[in-house]
């Protein structure tokens, strides 16, 4: 199957600062979607953003589908948005691939 | 209630029980799923209810086995688990189309101990 893989693993942040988190993929997808989840297990939403750019408040997310990644950028983090995002890709299969995430931690 | 909710929240039970997991999303969406997530795992899609139909079961060992009576509903049975199906167990959302499964809008999880 696909190959999905996030960078960095870890990120630990001074509160305030910038940060971007990549999701590679090995091959073509049809959908791409960006989740936080915090640390009561829940996922909660982002992005889904097959192509292109969006953006929501301080997030926003770059999807380069030719060359097979997507970006997503945090600025002026809070403690708030400490806990793993994940990006997930749907295949032309109607199955959907989780990435291993990144685990972000935001230090006041 | 709105949004995907999911009972129990948290559920231990022995190799030999039989209990059910329940998922409802009051979202109109068509399409429901059985995540489940492990400890150092990606996230893993058991199952796909589309237009109330199976579409997928992604080799699950028969001891899960879903149910979905409605568009609204859906159910995990379980029974004979080993210790290793331990994990959290998301169910999702979403309308999908016959060409995508769509934006997957999730539960808070059952967090399952199997003993």
């Known amino acids: 199957g696909i190959q999905v893989e996030q960078s960095p693993p870890d990120l630990i942040l001074q509160e305030g600062a910038n940060s971007t988190l990549r999701c590679n993929f090995s091959?073509?997808?049809?959908?791409l979607q960006w989740f936080h989840q915090n640390p009561w297990g829940q996922l909660i939403n982002l992005f889904y953003?097959?192509?292109g750019t969006k953006q929501n408040g301080r997030l926003s997310a770059t999807t380069v589908a030719t060359e097979r990644y997507s970006l997503l950028y945090i600025s002026s983090s809070q403690t708030t948005d400490s806990g793993v995002y994940f990006c997930?890709?749907?295949?032309?299969?109607?199955?959907?691939?989780f990435g291993t995430g990144t685990r972000l931690t935001v230090i006041p | 209630e709105t949004g995907v909710t999911q009972t129990p929240r948290h559920l231990v039970m022995g190799m030999t029980n039989k209990k059910s997991l329940k998922c409802e999303q009051h979202?109109?969406?068509?399409?429901m799923y059985w995540y489940k997530q492990s400890a150092k795992k990606p996230l893993e899609l058991m199952f796909v209810?589309?237009?109330?139909?199976?579409?997928e079961n992604n080799s699950v060992p028969s001891r899960f086995s879903p149910e979905c009576p409605n568009s609204s509903h859906l159910f995990l049975h379980l029974h004979t688990l080993q210790p290793e199906d331990s994990a959290l167990y998301l169910c999702?959302?979403?309308?999908?189309?016959?060409?995508?499964?769509?934006?997957?809008?999730f539960g808070p999880g059952t967090r399952l101990t199997v003993l």
């Open positions: 953003i097959p192509s």
């Open positions: 997930a890709v749907e295949t032309g299969a109607n199955n959907l691939f």
């Open positions: 091959d073509s997808v049809n959908n």
């Open positions: 979202l109109g969406h068509n399409a």
């Open positions: 999702a959302s979403s309308q999908a189309s016959l060409r995508a499964l769509g934006e997957q809008f």
């Open positions: 209810y589309n237009f109330k139909e199976q579409t």
